[in-house]
């Protein structure tokens, strides 16, 4: 009997360290940045500020209608995270287009209606260059190519692949890759996020 002891007491600090690697709390969610002041249009062409990310959680990605590559995946993440979160009232979602020359309000409206996107509590966001630029750049912190920058028979605009949770208080709280793990740990920071926010949303 005293030789199953040891193993007992492994299997127990296992599941003490699962537990604790698992578990998070706001405090554990640093404080990355804070997003500054920014003008954009969403789908419907209202305005989309930074005082519109303020008293919500948002998750953030980086896309355009016509990309052919990365972006239908990050777009597919984002909607079963929509459908998982569905439970957290403060839970938003916006996805900044980095083609701003193609991606007119029009354009995006189209797009989310014919992939079937919840608009409910997700916003498509626009605007000219200099906007996009500075708050994808200047603001999220990710990287961001150009139309004119792309290779020769490129389809793709250079631009981050990574999920940003972005709090109430308009400040970056985390960076996530676009995999099972990243969406994983994302939901879980969300979550300990929404635990401490006021219930009213």
């Keep these: 009997m005293p030789s199953k002891t040891p193993g007992l007491l492994l299997l127990s600090l296992l599941g003490l360290l699962a537990l604790g690697c698992s578990k998070r709390t706001a405090e554990d969610v640093p404080v990355l940045g804070q997003l500054p002041e920014f003008s954009l249009v969403d789908q419907d062409q209202k305005a989309f500020v930074r005082g519109s990310m303020e008293g919500k959680l948002w998750v953030s990605a980086f896309v355009f209608t016509h990309c052919r590559s990365t972006c239908p995946r990050i777009t597919a993440h984002m909607k079963g995270l929509q459908s998982r979160l569905s439970d957290v009232p403060s839970a938003h979602f916006v996805s900044v287009s980095v083609d701003p020359r193609n991606d007119t309000p029009e354009v995006i409206k189209a797009y989310m209606t014919k992939n079937e996107l919840d608009e409910s509590n997700w916003r498509f966001v626009t605007g000219d260059e200099e906007a996009i630029r500075h708050v994808v750049v200047d603001g999220f912190r990710v990287g961001l190519g150009d139309e004119d ?29 676009d995999n099972n793990d990243g969406i994983a740990d994302l939901g879980r920071d969300l979550r300990a996020l929404a635990a401490v926010l006021p219930a009213k949303h």
């Design 149 to 177: 920058s792309k290779a020769a028979g490129a389809d793709d605009i250079m631009h981050s692949n990574s999920f940003v949770l972005v709090d109430d208080k308009a400040q970056v709280r985390g960076y996530y890759r």
